[in-house]
């Protein structure tokens, strides 16, 4: 049946158009990827990014254009942090909130664009920090003004460029072309990280290696589980009789995902984390020895693995929550479901159904923010124990969590599009 079903999908020309235009964008952001700024020691390069973990990780995202120094070397990481800045503003600014509730599809995309433009300032600015820190640590030559500021606005050309492709993918492709770019960047490591696996392997480690592969099903059917679990709460509507008909009386579900969030948490978490590293590093250089201390304790305490993975946890618990509170209203639901006649038994409709349905999901985000918490820091427990070579990869959780989310989502949407012919065809 699966078969027919991949059959299908390449039958049917605009699904097939759809995912050839995905795997065309692939293509071009992978093109990309290897095109470097000159200058560069690949040795020094190489040893940097593993001297400082947040920089090993933001690597990971960026599909290794970070430590080629390629012209996407920051990824889509400027427009996630101009995104996070946004909704950080809604809670203080009522207007920008409206924006971004109230006005629907119209408000979302000026919401969007708003990301868009702030993303442009912060890419210079993180290109600048970061040229800057690699001529400090001698990774590449001295740069002139001239040269410096010519690279900087091809970094940030390649960050917008990076937006434009993304766009295109939502717009043209299957999901959300700013999730798909993250998961190929990830993916096109796969190659290159299973054949140092193998280069590495030890007979005398087939133990280690066992565990490993039985922690990383573990960790996948979990990540599916998760994902994929609902609380549905069950709604009624109320009967209208209409001359001699009667309508309404139905019952249906409202599901509430475990997991509503995704991985916007953990990406989220991951652009916090990294700019007082950044921060840090860059300011080691200054003249002012005390803003020098303060900047070498902040990388020694992030450095730390115990003080990294307690931050990362928790950065995750709370983001979990603030990022289903910006984009889950319960207010606006039981408003709608008043509107439409529905009600949840036993709970009167407007305020006590929006506190019902607070309550609900702030017990079962308990349990989302929790696992997601755990299996972003899973890898630095596991490799430990196992031993075994690019763990932090493979099974690493942010990286897995994102890739299976991305595929889950797709694979939603392709049945649904499929499903669609079909009721079309009928």
Known sequence: ??????????????????????????????????????????????????????????????????????????????????????QLLTMIFPRLEEIYREQGEVGRRKFNQYGRILAAPL???????????????????????????????????????????GELISEKGIGNGVSLLIFAGIVSDVPTNIRQMILYWNPAQIL?????????????????????ASRNIKISYSKRV???????????????????????????????????????????GVKNQTLANLAQMTIDLLQNPWIYGILYFVLICLFTYFYTAVTFDPNTIAENLRKMGGFIPGVRPGKPTASFLSIVLNRILLVGALFLGFIATTPSIVGGITKVPTFNFLVGGTSLLIVVSVVLEIVKQIKSQLEMREYDAF
């Open 242 to 284: 209409r001359g001699r008909r009667v309508y309404g009386g139905a019952s249906t579900y409202l599901p509430l995902n475990i997991n509503p969030a995704g991985v916007m948490p953990i990406i989220f978490a991951l652009s916090l984390l990294s700019f007082p590293s950044m921060i840090g590093t860059f300011l080691l």
């Open 123 to 165: 890419a210079m600015l993180q290109g600048y920090a970061m040229l800057s820190l690699l001529q400090r640590q001698n990774v590449i030559e001295s740069l002139s003004l001239v040269e410096q500021l010519s690279s900087i606005l091809t970094i940030t050309a390649g960050t917008i460029f990076l937006m434009w492709l």
């Open 208 to 228: 280690s290696y066992t565990l490993f592969f039985f922690i990383a099903l573990l960790v996948i059917g979990g990540v599916v589980l998760i994902n994929e």
């Open 1 to 86: 049946m699966r078969l027919n079903k991949i059959i299908q999908i390449f039958k049917i020309r605009e699904i097939r158009n759809k995912i050839l235009f995905v795997l065309a964008i692939f293509a071009v952001f992978r093109i990309m990827a290897t095109i470097p700024i000159p200058g560069i020691d690949k040795i020094k390069m190489q040893q940097f990014f593993e001297g400082i973990q947040i920089f090993g990780l933001l690597n990971i995202f960026t599909g290794g254009a970070l430590d080629r120094l390629s012209i996407i070397m920051l990824g889509l990481g400027p427009y996630i942090t101009a995104t996070i800045i946004l």
